[in-house]
Nanobody
Framework: QVQLVESGGGLVQPGGSLRLSCAAS????????MGWYRQAPGKQRELVAR???????NYAISVKGRFTISRDNAKNTVNLQMNSLKPEDTAVYYC??????????????WGQGTQVTVSS
């Protein structure tokens, strides 16, 4: 069984910063990539940022230059530093991991989500 535990969401004013963290635990054989997705009310879940085990990253166009994803492979953690936040960044942010559990095929796993609200 795999658990992805997120932390760091909250309420912030426009222009402010937040840092999200996610830790993966369980009987993990290998993690190929980790990332963050978000879902705003009435909208589909979308990719925010993703980082592979080799360090390759990709970002949604809307967050490039403002958000930075980083990863600690030894600790199975991924972080998302969010700067210059805008009201349109308001959403539930979900941690995602593309990984293999011992004795099971490669699959996607999700955290429970953390609310980020950008408002004055």
């Amino acid at each position: 069984q795999v658990q992805l535990v997120e932390s760091g969401g909250g309420l912030v004013q426009p222009g402010g910063s937040l840092r999200l963290s996610c830790a993966a635990s369980g009987n993990i054989f290998s993690i190929y990539a980790m990332g963050w997705y978000r879902q705003a009310p009435g909208k589909q879940r979308e990719l925010v940022a993703r980082i592979t085990s080799g360090g390759s990253t990709n970002y949604a166009i809307s967050v490039k230059g403002r958000f930075t994803i980083s990863r600690d492979n030894a600790k199975n953690t991924v972080n998302l530093q969010m700067n210059s936040l805008k009201p349109e960044d308001t959403a539930v942010y979900y941690c995602n991991a593309d990984l293999r559990v011992v004795g099971a095929p490669r699959a996607d796993y999700w955290g429970q989500g953390t609310q980020v609200t950008v408002s004055s």
